[in-house]
């Protein structure tokens, strides 16, 4: 027996210099001194010999059992110090990857600052909208053709109330125009930024899906005046100075006049280029003078204060800053996309 506890102790000596990691470590731990281990067995078995002997093995076999610990533990650092990988101090950390606002939030953000910086108010209004926001209060009735250009979205209803009540995914960001004259008044400064929805087969210039921003001024003696004047300094801010703004005759039941407006295109500075076709204009906003009915409607007496008001699509703005040829690609989600942003 003293000969088998002195082989144990060389073997795990010889043992001991060959381990590599953690792992190894604990498999000789186990291997001697687990709860079948070798050494263990051997303890466990001083109870059947004689006691003279007893008391000399049992004293060499718990010395061998001590040492075999003192060494593991000493080796212990080193092995767990192998587990992990090599650490270089001077590696450049790893940035963490960081999201960033999709495009339209972008120019969205920077026309809100624009706007809230002239003294305009943030207001959003509901995506599912009743037939009178979005229709009739702007002076399109059920029977106006510039419905069929906006076809949208109804929700089936249970049970049949109102007509003007039915409710629709709102086309435009308009109907929050009423909304804010009821809730806040005249003077009025205010602009709209939201989703918006139309029934549309999708094509590389057509999605069901899309961001408008809508503006509001009401007040005294309003006039074109002020309302180019606020579009020139809108496609200032986009564009840069420089950038001047055309208005042209078009018509939209909710002002009168209406206008189409257009900035001079930033790409050539007017000259005629691929992006303007040729014209050296850039088509981007609607808007005009604030119908009389429709300041009626949002409870502001026609009589006492005029507006004007202005709505255009977030996605175009950006479609056209970055070349981006299909609508398609701005909500579908794709990071590849995405991410060149
Ligand atoms: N709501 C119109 C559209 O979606 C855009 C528009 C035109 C808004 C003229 C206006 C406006 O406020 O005055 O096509």
Known sequence: MLDELKKIAEEVKAKLGEIKDSQELRDLELKYLGRKGELTNILRGLKDILPEERAKIGALANEIKLDIEAS???????????????????????????????PVSQVQEQLENFFTSLGFIIEDGPELESEYYNFEALNIPADHPARDMQDTFYIEEKQKGDPKNRLLLR????????????????????????????????????????????????????????????????AQELYGPGTKVRLRPKFYPFVE??????????????????????????????????????????????????????????????????????????????????EQF
């Not at 009423?178 to 918006?196: D, F, Q």
């Open 171 to 234: 086309t435009q960001t308009s109907p929050v125009q009423i909304r804010a004259m009821k809730k806040y008044g005249a003077p009025l400064r205010v602009v709209v930024p939201g989703r918006c929805f139309r029934y549309e087969a999708t094509d590389v210039r057509h999605e069901h899906t899309f961001f408008q921003l809508e503006g509001l001024m009401v007040d005294k003696d309003i006039s074109v005046a002020h309302l180019k004047a606020v579009l020139e300094a809108m």
């Open 72 to 102: 593991l533990n000493e080796r212990r650092g080193a092995a767990v110090s192998a587990d992990l990988p090599a650490l270089d101090l001077t590696l450049p950390g790893k940035k963490p990857e960081r999201g960033h606002l999709h």
């Open 257 to 338: 006049p209406g206008f189409n407006g257009e900035v001079s295109c930033f790409m050539c500075q007017g000259q005629g280029c691929r992006l303007c076709k040729q014209s050296g204009w850039l088509e981007i906003f609607g808007a005009g003078l604030v119908h009389p009915k429709v300041l009626l409607a949002g409870g502001i007496d026609p009589a006492v204060y005029s507006g004007f008001a202005f709505g255009f699509g977030l996605d175009r703005l950006v479609m056209l800053k970055y070349g981006i040829d299909d609508i398609r690609l701005l909500h579908g989600g794709d990071l590849r996309f995405l």
